[in-house]
């Protein structure tokens, strides 16, 4: 408890000594994503006055987060990290094209980042781009073949399409890789 403070407060003084350092703003723009996220679980609460509350902190602290990974960008234009964080961001403000598109540009500087494809697969997903997402899947198992959620996810998506041996060798590749897991086992 109280850690998040802490660790704002610290990055604000960073900030003091070394304003022009861009990892210090992008750090404060993911804690505030952070907060937001905390927020948002109240929002499920029965209680009407804790879910409005709760929806205006999440409105402040993802506001709070844009301006600061804002000003990340701003200190250094070519900072993927806080590029990719304000693509989460959107994320988190519903801006799902906002999303895709900041996620696009930063996967466009190093294409070969399955992290920032696999969150890219996610939200083309979402954004019923199906095509897109499947294509992204594919390569990103071909450049990490041990990529268990990628290999979910394209397993998922073959089996909509009716492709259920495709969708069943991405299984097998998970039960090999991952022997451990339960939900992959064979029954």
């Known amino acids: 408890r109280g850690a998040d403070e802490f660790a704002i407060k610290n990055y604000q003084e960073a900030l003091l000594r070394e304003p022009s350092n861009p990892v210090f703003y992008n750090e404060l723009g993911k804690l505030y994503i952070l907060r937001a996220d905390a927020y948002r679980t109240l929002l499920s609460s029965t209680d009407e006055k804790t879910k409005v509350e709760a929806q205006k902190n999440v409105k402040t602290e993802l506001d709070l987060a844009a301006e600061k990974l804002n000003q990340s960008i701003q ?9 990719y964080n304000l693509g989460i961001l959107y994320e988190r403000q519903g801006r ?8 696009e540009q930063v996967l466009s500087l190093n294409n070969k980042d399955v992290g920032v494809g696999f969150q890219l697969g996610i939200l083309y997903f979402r954004n019923n781009e199906k095509d897109k997402a499947l294509n992204l899947f594919e390569q ?3 450049l990490q073949s041990d ?41």
């Not at 799902?96 to 996620?103: Q, S, V």
């Not at 397993?155 to 890789?177: F, H, L, N, V």
């Open 96 to 103: 799902l094209k906002d999303a895709i598109t900041k996620l």
């Open 75 to 83: 200190v250094k234009p070519d900072f993927a990290q806080a590029h």
């Open 140 to 142: 990103i198992v071909v």
């Open 147 to 187: 990529y268990a959620n990628a290999r979910w996810f394209l397993s998922a998506m073959y089996e909509e399409r009716g492709r259920y041996d495709d969708a069943i060798a991405q299984i097998t590749k998970i039960a090999e890789t991952n022997p451990a897991d339960e939900t992959v086992k064979p029954v």
